[in-house]
């Protein structure tokens, strides 16, 4: 009798693990998904889209770490590369093969990684803080006199995009463009794939104009490191994807945390020097990607109890992982122990310089909102906050709060940023609220589209 694990296509009856529905992830369900599968589940990215849902951290390390036969090229994916996955699919929109340090490995991925470490270097931390701390000052200007205001639309969601419009060296109305398009690719629905198209178009234009006039930007600087005009669009792509929305849902869950758990808010309060464990214990409770996609198997592999075929696509799940460790540990972790997974691990971990600068901009978002309105609480009961119906995105889609109003500090270095802030609760209320707020229209008046000639 064969003892070989068994495959995808059996897997004791159990059913594979739908990764597309709008279910919320919690701990409690990866704790019985865990108990159920063990540390790995057959899943379905999308229908007709077969994978792996990896969930023990150990296993998760072991696909981050172990690049010799866990490849990050998807032009290993064998769905996406036979046609299972078609070209209207949002997955291929997503996870196509592209000049970028996400999507390769081993010396192209070290020249990519090189250079945006290369364009980062010329980005001071003094530099960051301006931006961040000038940002987060005139957001809160804008809804500080009106008792009332949503964090995640007016706060959370801005305070990333504007940072990344000063270190880009992008024009305010091009950054709002940029993130308008990628988020309708992060959506990864139907209109996915013309959105891709027209991301790109945009970061080559951005280049091209940047290679005429260089500046002191990221963008600048990857051209100076050697990029062509295809590979800064794919490095730009990289850093957008991950300065943007995990560090806008970072700071959310963090925020979201300080204002329904009184022991972290008392704890916060009485020693703000404590802001990166409070931002690092929400990494661990609440990392802003629970799931990722994806790692495929160079040759076939065991995982658990399951045997994986070369080419399948794994997911990484994170939120998972992190319950798996908790489950095991000690509470105590929560706060010292950097071992959670939020950033990555291995030659695909999260540089040092971005990891700062992410963490930079969620811990001085944090205290800013905190120090200026000292006295801000929850306008609704915690259990009515709406998670983000995503299984990969975690989150809140609102955050709404109340306050006592408070002065506003004024327009620092003649920024014009904020020109019509009575639009903004209108704004948001327009938005689906079974879904994260758009950019595009809530953008419109924060950041106008640049006047083509």
Not at 51 to 57: A, D, K, P, R, T
Not at 257 to 273: K, N, W
């Amino acid at each position: 009798m064969s003892t070989q694990p068994p495959s995808l296509g059996a897997h004791h009856g159990l059913p594979p693990v739908k990764l597309y529905t709008e279910t919320v992830p919690t701990v409690r369900m990866w704790t019985d998904l865990l108990e159920r599968y063990g540390p790995i589940a057959p899943a379905e990215i999308e229908p007709g889209a077969t994978g792996w849902l990896v969930l023990g951290f150990e296993e998760n390390r072991r696909v981050l770490t172990d690049t010799a036969t866990f490849a990050r090229d998807p032009g290993w994916w064998r769905e996406l590369q036979d046609g299972t996955i078609g070209p209207e699919s949002g997955l291929r929109a997503l996870y196509s093969k592209r000049p970028s340090a996400v999507f390769c490995d081993g010396e192209e991925h070290q020249r990519y990684r090189k250079a945006i470490l290369t364009a980062f270097a010329q980005l001071s931390e003094q530099q960051i803080l301006h931006h961040v701390g000038e940002a987060a000052g005139l957001l809160i200007d804008a809804f500080c006199l009106h008792r009332k205001a949503d964090l995640i639309a007016q706060f959370a969601r801005q305070v990333p995009l504007t940072v990344l419009c000063r270190l880009l060296g992008l024009g305010p109305g091009d950054t709002a463009e940029v993130c308008a398009a990628m988020q309708t690719v992060w959506e990864a629905g139907p209109d996915a794939p013309a959105a891709r198209q027209e991301l790109e178009q945009l970061l080559i234009r951005f280049s091209q104009e940047k290679r005429r006039n260089p500046q002191n930007d990221i963008i600048s600087g990857l051209i100076a490191a050697g990029m062509d005009d295809a590979e800064v669009c794919g490095q730009v792509t990289t850093l957008i994807s991950a300065g943007d929305e995990p560090v806008t849902q970072l700071i959310g869950n963090t925020l979201r945390m300080l204002l329904t758990d009184r022991t972290t808010r008392g704890e916060f309060q009485s020693a703000v020097s404590m802001i990166n464990e409070t931002v690092n214990t929400s990494l661990w409770r609440d990392p802003p990607f629970a799931m990722v996609v994806g790692r495929y198997p160079t040759r076939d592999v065991t995982i658990g109890q399951y045997h994986v075929r070369r080419g399948d696509c794994l997911v990484l799940g994170y939120g998972a992982a992190h319950a798996d460790l908790i489950r095991r540990g000690s509470k105590d972790m929560l706060g010292a122990n950097r071992a959670h997974l939020a950033w990555g691990a291995g030659p695909h971990t999260c540089p040092e310089a971005g990891r700062q600068m992410a963490l930079t901009i969620a811990e001085t978002a944090v205290e800013k909102i905190l120090q200026r309105l000292p006295d801000i609480q929850l306008a609704v009961d915690p259990d009515q906050l709406k998670p983000i119906p995503s299984m990969s995105i975690h989150g809140v889609v609102e955050l709404p709060v109340v306050y006592k109003a408070s002065a506003p500090e004024g327009a620092r270095g003649g920024s014009q940023l904020w020109a019509r802030p009575q639009s903004t609760m209108a704004s948001v209320e327009r938005q689906n609220p079974t879904r994260p707020p758009s950019r595009g229209g809530f953008l419109s008046w924060l950041l106008p589209t640049r006047q083509k000639p």
